[in-house]
């Protein structure tokens, strides 16, 4: 696959976020753009006291502010029911909650990802609905989906899975790291009678550098996907890619250090098989933030960090990518 974007195609709009939407603790990990709203999940750290929550913005709202920087957007709170509860199931299987992950929506059923401490063999996925005023999960619905391994068996460092999809009434689970010797691959279940003992089968995945931190539905099986690098020690050196892939080294290499590179692609479902293409490169300002959300909109796409920017104080920062004329 070539690594190389292709010219700009937006324009960087920041839009102003009230004061406790840009709260950086909300830690947004996910989009989704349905019916006339956009829905911003927060990662709901309940191990740190956070609430577990989304909010919702009216699109019609966000256009105004679009077109007069001064209007103050509404908002609405919608608190997550039932997610205590959900966690100590995961807790009581021996697995460690970390947070919500990707959220996807379809009509008014909801889908959350949860991400689990790297020992953790296990991540889950969570079902509940979107109503008016909250978000309901059940209970009884707690879906496991095993993490892939490293060659050596061990897990990946800090990682679950980072983006949902739907494709023929599928419900895509994408893992944050994708850069597996041999074969990479996605989950895939059926969201008719979808049930905690449904087993997902799996859909191969071209090899993919960096992370993969959310995707958004752009046309049939075809979705635009985030995906970032982040220069940092430790665990996280396991997405440099290495020197001997030049066209991808050469993004993340500075003079002599590496650096954050973000950088949208197109991932497309055809003949059973998933491959991806960049379509974007973010900006130089813009690629120490840690983008963990996108939800496409007008032929752009809103896209929104957890807390990271390059610089403290950290704060929530929200952007549409506004398509060129």
């Known amino acids: 696959m070539p690594a190389r974007a292709q010219q700009p195609q937006f324009t960087v709009r920041n839009l102003h976020l009230p004061k406790e939407l840009a709260y950086y603790d909300n830690q947004f990990s996910g989009l989704a753009a349905s019916a006339d709203k956009l829905y911003l999940l927060s990662e709901s750290r309940l191990q740190d006291k956070a609430e577990a929550k989304l909010y919702s913005v009216r699109l019609a709202d966000l256009d105004r502010q679009l077109a007069d920087t001064a209007y103050v957007l509404p908002y609405q709170k919608l608190p997550i029911a039932g997610l205590p509860a959900l966690r100590d199931r995961m807790a009581a299987a021996g697995q460690r909650y970390e947070g919500l992950e990707a959220m996807l929506l379809v009509q008014n059923v909801v889908y959350l990802s949860v991400e689990t401490d790297t020992p953790s063999p296990l991540c889950y996925l969570l079902k509940g609905q979107l109503r008016a005023d909250a978000v309901v999960l059940d209970t009884t619905f707690l879906l496991p989906l095993a993490k892939p391994l490293a060659a050596d068996g061990s897990h990946i460092y800090n990682a679950g899975f980072e983006a949902l999809a739907e494709a023929n009434k599928q419900v895509l689970a994408f893992f944050e790291y994708n850069s597996f010797p041999g074969q990479n691959s996605i989950y895939e279940l059926t969201d008719k009678h ?41 665990g996280d050196a396991i997405y440099r ?55 496409a909109y007008k032929g752009g796409y809103f896209v929104i960090n957890d807390k990271y920017t390059p610089s403290r104080p950290y704060q929530t920062t929200l952007l549409y990518l506004q398509p060129t004329k």
């Open 241 to 295: 890619t290495p020197a001997s892939d030049l066209p991808n080294a050469q993004l993340i290499r500075g003079l002599g250090d590496y650096k954050n590179y973000a950088r949208l692609l197109t991932i497309e479902l055809k003949d059973n098989k998933l491959t991806w293409q960049p379509l974007w490169e973010f900006p130089e300002q813009y690629r120490g933030y840690n983008w963990e959300g996108i939800a």
């Open 194 to 234: 979808l049930s905690s003992a449904s087993a997902p089968s799996k859909l191969p995945l071209d090899q993919l550098p960096f992370r993969i931190t959310d995707m958004t539905a752009a046309g049939k099986n075809r979705f635009t996907a985030l995906n970032y690098f982040f220069k940092g020690e430790g």
